[in-house]
């Protein structure tokens, strides 16, 4: 896959000085190199994508930074990639200032690492700027939108509401300003805890050396004892596919909200396809999925799938096609509508041709390490990602770890979610001042936005009876529904339900998947019990609040049937 990726990059800072490093840190560990652990989690797979450019945009740096603008310097650098300097000016340098690398920046401060960070767009990255943030500010509009067109949901709770409208421009300027707020927060709390960050794309000369600046300039050069990448991912779009920006868009451009079509095809039924038909269709717009896959939304538990495809697609103006691929889409021009060209998926045989006019690709996530200078450490990357093992290092072309060098986020395709890569961060620096740390990313939730949402943390139904029949276990399945639950009820919104996948033989959590009003915040009692190996007849015991919708949870561990009473934690959590 080609992409073109143009970046505006600010001028280095004035030159001063970067004092060297005062901290001294217990680097050693008390373990060996292992084997990278690649298991899928509830459909969140990798894709075959080839690598992107790495890094974005920031504001100028306000630190102290050494301007090493002399090529000598880099003609040095490289003379010597095999050999680390003898003294560094960090502890630690990441390559991006996303939510992974501030969450590592962050939690580095805290442990008391000289920590810089360097970025070459905006601090943020794709959570805050195009993804999760931006996202969620039009989802909030959407969900007031179908509230109040619900007439008969008003009615039932005694509301008279006359005919809604909104301002489209209105709309998009609230999730602009969310972005805008958010990303000043982030930039102030590294800026109040000293993190100096450092303007331009980032690449890695040798052991412990980074070169940052604009790409066509030497740039300067820093050491740090160890670095981390966390360059992110950018939208995939499949060949043959024109993206104009206008007409035929990905997330990034949907999300400014430059214009509300009627008609708009979403080629991809995921999380982000699901989201952004909550919010075309409770804007008025007709929506058509396109689905390569025999059923929509294949990476959710296909129970919870079918059940939100009853409430979120076929009461709406949304029809599909699926187990089609879109070979060829052209924006619309000189008048004519955008034009979507499908084929069968199995047989390659031509299917259909829509006229739509627009087109959203959501496709998933292509990761963003092109330009890394990875070829420095003996790196090759792997369908773009960044090959690591479990606890985060970067393995070279043996296998082996790469001294002092890690990757975090969508750049390593272990789990492509904002949150997961902050918890990679925290990991890699619990490990590199001197405590091991696996993260167990079974642990990890995911949520899906909608109206209702949908939540999930652990295996599906099919994954844990894959893994039952291959250890010699037994499965069994508990349920829910919020139709029982007092604080849905009055809300008037009861539809929904919650899913445990377990144990019985000794009350191990599997899986937990949610349906309903606020899912994506009841989700966590369950992940945190996976990440602790709280057992289920352990977990009954918990008390909550009466009437919340927390007791759908509660009710949902109180029904499951453990056969063993043992208490204590799972003795051996899984890490991926």
């Known amino acids: 896959m080609q992409s073109s990726v143009t970046l505006s990059l600010s001028q280095p800072a004035a030159a001063s000085t970067i004092p060297k490093s005062n901290y001294t840190v217990n680097h050693s560990l008390p373990f060996s190199p292992s084997k990278p652990i690649n298991l899928h989690f509830c459909g969140l797979r990798r894709e075959a994508f080839s690598g992107f450019s790495s890094l974005s945009r920031s504001q100028p740096p306000q630190s102290k930074i050494h301007s090493n603008k002399i090529n000598s310097a880099i003609s040095a650098s490289l003379s010597d990639n095999g050999s680390a300097p003898k003294s560094f000016d ?294 773009g990602f960044v090959p690591v093992d479990e606890r985060m290092r970067v393995l070279d072309f043996k296998g082996d770890p790469v001294p002092h060098l890690y990757c975090i986020g969508d750049a390593n395709g272990k789990m492509m979610l904002a949150h997961a890569a902050s918890a990679q961060g925290i990991s890699v620096i619990e490990q590199i001042t001197g405590r091991d740390h696996v993260l167990n990313h079974l642990s990890i939730p995911a949520a899906c936005f909608t109206h209702p949402e949908i939540s999930m943390v652990g295996l599906t139904e099919p994954q844990a009876r894959e893994k039952a029949e291959k250890e010699g276990f037994e499965v069994s399945v508990a349920k829910t529904s919020f139709k029982a639950n007092t604080k849905a009820l009055a809300e008037n919104e009861g539809e929904g339900l919650a899913k445990l996948i377990y144990r019985p033989d000794n009350g191990e959590i599997l899986g937990v998947h949610i349906f309903g009003l606020h899912a994506a915040d009841l989700i966590h009692e369950a992940s945190n019990a996976i990440a602790l190996g709280t057992r289920i007849q352990d977990i009954k015991f918990a008390v909550h609040a009466h009437p919340t919708l927390s007791e759908v949870i509660d009710e949902l561990f109180k029904s499951a049937k453990v056969k063993a009473q043992v208490s204590g934690p799972v003795s051996e959590p899984v890490a991926v």
């Not at 991809?268 to 269709?281: A, K």
């Not at 963003?368 to 200078?373: E, I, S």
């Open 90 to 383: 960090y502890d630690l340098v990441i390559i991006g200032a996303g939510v992974g690398g501030h969450g590592a920046a962050l939690h580095a401060v805290e442990k008391g690492l000289k920590t810089a960070i360097i970025e070459g767009d905006v601090i943020g990255g794709t959570c805050v700027n195009r993804g999760c943030v931006p996202s969620k500010a039009l989802l909030a509009v959407s969900g007031r939108m179908r509230e109040l067109q619900n007439e008969h949901h008003m009615k039932a709770l005694g509301l008279q509401v006359a005919a809604a409208g909104y301002d489209r421009q209105g709309v998009a300027d609230h999730a602009n300003n969310l972005a805008t707020k958010i990303r000043n927060n982030l930039t102030n709390s590294m800026k109040a805890l000293g993190v100096d960050i450092l303007t331009g794309v980032g690449s890695i000369m040798g052991p412990h050396k980074v070169r940052y600046g604009k790409l066509d300039s030497p740039g300067d050069i820093v050491t740090a004892k160890d670095i981390i990448i966390a360059t992110g991912s950018v939208p995939f779009v499949p060949k043959g596919i024109e993206v104009d920006g206008k007409t035929v868009i990905t997330s990034d451009h949907a999300l400014k909200l430059e214009s509300v079509p009627d008609w708009i095809a979403i080629v991809g039924s995921g999380y982000i396809g699901l989201e952004f038909s909550d919010v075309y269709t409770a804007l008025g717009s007709e929506v058509t999925f396109i689905e390569a896959l025999d059923q929509l939304m294949p990476g959710f538990d296909p129970e919870i799938g079918k059940l939100a495809q009853r409430v979120l697609i076929n009461p709406r103006k949304i029809d599909y096609h699926t187990g089609v691929f879109a070979t060829k889409i052209t924006p619309a021009k000189n008048g004519k509508p955008v034009t979507i060209e499908l084929i069968d998926a199995k047989t390659k045989e031509p299917k259909d041709t829509l006229e739509v006019d627009a087109a959203l690709i959501a496709t998933g996530r292509a990761p963003f390490t092109d330009g890394l200078g990875l070829d420095s450490v003996h790196v090759e990357r792997k369908r």
